[in-house]
């Protein structure tokens, strides 16, 4: 059964969206889902979140060249079932490089189909760069299932607009038209406030059962974890934040039929 691609995307940084992929990654490989996060932001904070450091070459700017490819990429990390293709600054350079090459929008959908297609993952998470330029518009025409991480804050439906917009700009240039709006994650949530509670109000409001029922609380073990290259279960387990994605992890289980 092939892999299902879920790509996390915001074209907003700070919005929760690096610390979901790296924690959703780590509670399905919790779950026994063998799962491989890829790096496609040059910032590269998803692998230095899981303690490792940028590698000349080490990232999917070669194969996205032709020069190798993805699988020779992968490393594993130190939490069983989860892998990872890290980043590194050389893939900033792809987003001017991809525009010159034919069928520029299904590069990295080709580099990804021998993972998908071998029997190594249930999942790969691709975690997006802030901002919608070739890097994320590959991921999202990758994807199988795109998954909005979304802030508590007034905002956010503004860019939600505009992210939904370009998906449904590639499924109808034919890049990906098969690519479902998988579900909305809220992050940041603040109990403490009412604007929380209302930005989550609208936003189901809108969406109804596409968000899900899981809301990742704002926490400052959560935006500790990752200057010590750990998840939430590895540095706090008991922190709300690592029940929440627990929680979430099982919702996406069950939503996308992993295996």
């Not at 021998?114 to 990758?142: E, V, Y």
């Not at 909305?184 to 109990?191: A, E, G, P, S, W």
Request: glycine residues 10%; aromatic residues 6%.
């Amino acid at each position: 059964m092939p892999a299902k691609i879920i790509t996390i995307a915001n074209q907003k940084g700070g919005v929760g969206k690096t610390a979901t992929a790296i924690n959703l990654g780590a509670a399905l490989a919790q779950n026994g889902i063998r799962t491989l996060l890829l790096d496609m932001d040059p910032q590269a904070n998803a692998t230095s979140g899981l303690g490792l450091e940028k590698k000349t070459g080490g990232s999917i700017y070669g194969p996205l060249h032709g020069d190798g490819s993805a699988v020779q990429k992968v490393i594993e990390t130190e939490i069983n079932n989860l892998s990872i293709i890290p980043s590194e600054v050389d893939l900033a350079a792809i987003e001017i490089e991809l525009g010159q090459q034919p069928d520029y929008l299904i590069q990295l959908r080709n580099c990804l189909q021998p993972l998908q297609q071998s029997d190594d993952f249930g999942a790969i998470i691709i975690d997006c760069p802030p901002a919608l330029g070739l890097l994320s518009m590959n991921s999202l025409a990758a994807g199988d299932y795109l998954l909005i991480a979304l802030q508590c804050e007034y905002l956010a439906m503004e860019g939600l607009g505009q992210i939904l917009a370009v998906v449904e700009k590639l499924q109808e240039a034919g890049a990906n038209p098969n690519l479902q709006l998988g579900g909305i994650v809220m992050t940041m949530f603040d109990v403490r406030t009412n604007l929380c509670r209302q930005v989550v109000d609208e936003v189901r409001g809108h969406f109804g059962e596409t968000v899900f029922k899981s809301i990742i609380p704002r926490t400052i073990r959560l935006g500790e974890a990752p200057s010590f290259g750990k998840t939430i279960f590895q540095y706090d387990g008991l922190n709300p934040a690592a029940h929440a994605y627990k929680s979430l992890a099982k919702e996406v289980l069950a939503r996308f039929d992993l295996k």
